[in-house]
């Protein structure tokens, strides 16, 4: 146990840049047949650290690509029964342990063929691995239907409840005017509650809502507020809501504080979505960032992680741990990494990552990847604004030394 103290299409712009999209009507679209993914690179790239001195030589960026890629590959998603196509976006796992109506993991997501806003409704799978995900017995995806009209759904996250044993999840829900955060809950994966209204911010300022339980039942969650230009923006910022239901309340039935700013900044950098859990071992929280330089827009995000204390101020680590410009991104014709989960296994200190993704022929993608996350965080630690893929855009900035006294 560890003792240490202590992100050139632009038609997808519509659901994820919260407005209508521009190839594709919002009434109920037609059913598309899957296609074959396209396969993974044979990337073997430079010594991961630790190989020899001779790493030294090796580029810090290049040295986190060889780590990311090394188990990357394809997550099968099965066609849901509406788009019937296997594109999919906004992946988020939660685990529990022990398991949880017969499988470890569930997966949330929202189709996205052809990037219409229309198909994005929350639906779920279980994973019997990291890379083998299907439907629950007695579910038909999306278990949420598309809200019909100019409304579309979006951005789903979810939690465990141990104290209610229910599977709890959050969605946005996007209307003429607002950013209805909704929640709803499982007992079996199967049957869902009628969602409810958790909170409201106009538009688009509760974007990718990313929620933490804490053991003691206190929930926090994180969202971008990029106001309506959406996924244009060139300035966003982050807030924070908790809530603290009682022992036995059911946590869609919880009252959700007003919102605070946290600190996280990325300077030269407009972060657009975001995932966060908590990390006990390390006492802090760790964010997977979908961020874009400043002058550019979402149809362009790279990945980014950072690390908090508190929740409410946070570091961002000096380079992506995914990007654009890889090799492997080049091979996988990948034009915007895009919102990916999380899950972090302290046994074996395995980072397990999800992220989605656009590729050229405008189809979108969930791939898994694992790292030693004290590797990962060793030389994200040793890396400088110098290092990244787009140094003449980022105003210099230094992880500060708390991350580094709470390396293991």
Known sequence: MRTAPAWVLLVFLAACGDQVSPTATPHAPRAAAATARAPLPNDHGPMLPGDSAATEAVPVLSRVAALMVASLTNVAIPPDGYSHAPDAVHPDVACAPGGWNGARCWLAYTPYLQSNAAWENPSFLVGASDTGWAIPAGVSNPVVPWPGGRDYNSDPDQVFDPATGRLVTFYRKVDDAYNNILVTSSADGRRWRDPQLAFQEPNHDAVSPAVVLDPGRRARMWYV????????????????????????????????????????????????????????????????????????????????????????????????????????????????????????????????????????????????????????????????????PHADLVVASRVSAAIRRRMP
């Open 225 to 388: 507020r990029s106001g309506t230009d959406g996924c244009r923006a060139q300035r966003t910022r982050v807030s924070m809501r908790t809530a603290e239901p009682g022992p036995h309340q059911p946590l869609e039935d919880a009252t959700w504080s007003d919102a605070m700013d946290v600190r996280l900044s990325q300077p030269g950098f407009v972060v657009w979505h975001m995932d966060v859990i908590a990390l006990p071992e390390w006492q802090s929280y760790l964010a997977l960032l979908v961020s874009h330089a400043v002058g550019n827009d979402c149809a362009s995000d790279d990945l980014w992680l950072a690390m908090s204390v508190d929740g409410a101020r946070w570091q961002v680590f000096p380079v992506p741990v995914l990007w654009r410009l890889m090799p492997a991104a080049k091979q996988l014709r990948i034009l915007s990494w895009y919102r990916g989960t999380m899950r972090y296994d302290a046994a074996t200190d395995s980072l397990h990552l999800w992220p989605s993704a656009l590729t050229a022929d405008n189809r979108w993608f969930v791939y898994h990847t694992a790292v030693k996350f004290t590797d990962l965080v060793r030389l994200l630690l040793a890396a400088t604004p110098a290092d990244q």
